[in-house]
Antibody, heavy 115, light 107 residues
């Protein structure tokens, strides 16, 4: 059974940083592109970032480009999202997703950016 | 960037009604289109991928069609448990844009 478990969310002040993790199990992690999707309170879904199987390719939404960095450790079956220069509008539930468009999602972790 | 436009943004229908939601891409995306269902407070659930393939375990009253720029999600007979917000998403290439969502309610 595929399991994706996000962690690292919490309350952070504007301008601060946070690192999210997603622990994967139940599948061969290194064979799949992985993504982060976010959802602000009461809003729709927003794709944030995707990383290819080896980590050589990364893609990010304009809204997070230059501030967020996606990475992965295939030896530890873990996906990361380093979030810097956080803004109030980054407040959202952040979901980790396997093979976005065809695969499973985690349950999400809440990030709140507020002073 | 390719934009994904869903319509309507909300609808109200009776139990047993046939419900249709449309998703239009501003440029062709072949059949790299997924549909998700999200119930309040829950994680989005993948219903359909590659435009028309039903995810395992999804009831057969759900179906998807389309290719290129125009796509449709159909619920053949609306049930109370189908109350949710539905999203389409393109995944042919980045950015992997979602549609704005369609909120489905029971009349």
């Amino acid at each position: 059974e595929v399991q994706l478990v996000e962690s690292g969310g919490g309350l952070v002040q504007p301008g601060g940083s946070l690192r999210l993790s997603c622990a994967a199990s139940g599948f061969t992690f290194s064979n799949y592109d992985m993504s982060w999707v976010r959802q602000a309170p009461g809003k729709g879904l927003e794709w944030a970032s995707t990383i290819t199987t080896s980590g050589a390719g990364t893609y990010s939404a304009d809204s997070v480009k230059g501030r967020f960095t996606i990475s992965r450790d295939n030896s530890k079956n873990t996906l990361f999202l380093q979030m810097n220069s956080l803004r109030a509008e980054d407040t959202a539930v952040y979901y980790c997703a396997k093979d976005l468009g065809q695969g499973e999602w985690g349950r999400g972790t809440l990030v709140t950016v507020s002073s | 960037d390719i934009q994904m436009t869903q319509s309507p943004s909300s609808l109200s229908a009776s139990v047993g009604d046939r419900v249709t939601i449309t998703c239009r891409a501003s440029q062709g995306i072949s059949n790299y289109l997924a549909w998700y269902q999200q119930k309040p407070g829950k994680v989005p659930k993948l219903l359909i991928y590659v435009a028309s393939t039903l995810q395992s375990g999804v009831p057969s009253r759900f179906s998807g069609s389309g290719s290129g720029t125009d796509f449709t999600l159909t619920i053949s007979s609306l049930q109370p448990e189908d109350v949710a917000t539905y999203y389409c998403q393109k995944y042919n290439s980045a950015p992997l844009t979602f549609g704005g969502g369609t909120k489905v309610e029971i009349k």
